[in-house]
């Protein structure tokens, strides 16, 4: 699997690979310079630690920090399927279950997708 990447200027990094991004700008081959409005980062099944959650809180962070507006935390192990952070209130996730849409608004305004869909059938 082929990642998108995105260099960015911050102390501690200086790229992000989202599993899943939108970027507003064109684009050529190689990494991108700047930052996508929206990103997904899916967990692994070895993601689950209190460690691991300390990591993906400094990474949300670090997107936030770099003008990112809207993070996806997405575990399909978990009730709490999609974690949707937004810049504006970063420590307040919407939460997304099995059976309901989740959107990344401001980001993408009017787009959205079932959380089902996340699942393979």
């Known amino acids: ?10 102390p501690h990094r200086k790229s992000f690979c989202p599993d899943v991004s939108f ?16 990103a997904v980062e899916i967990r692994h099944e070895n993601e689950h630690s209190p460690g691991e959650e300390q990591k993906i809180r400094r990474k949300t962070a670090d997107y936030f920090a770099a003008c990112t507006q809207v993070v996806w935390d997405v575990d399909l192990l978990s009730d709490d399927v999609v974690r949707s952070y937004r810049a504006d209130e970063p420590g307040n996730p919407t939460i997304y279950r099995h059976g309901q ?17 996340l699942f393979p059938e």
């Open 101 to 117: 849409t989740a959107e990344a608004e401001p980001a993408l305004p009017g787009w959205s997708m079932p959380v089902d869909d």
């Open 23 to 38: 970027y507003r700008a064109p684009m050529g081959m190689g990494f991108v310079n700047g930052v996508p409005i929206f």
């Open 1 to 10: 699997m082929s990642k998108l990447g995105f260099l960015v200027n911050l």
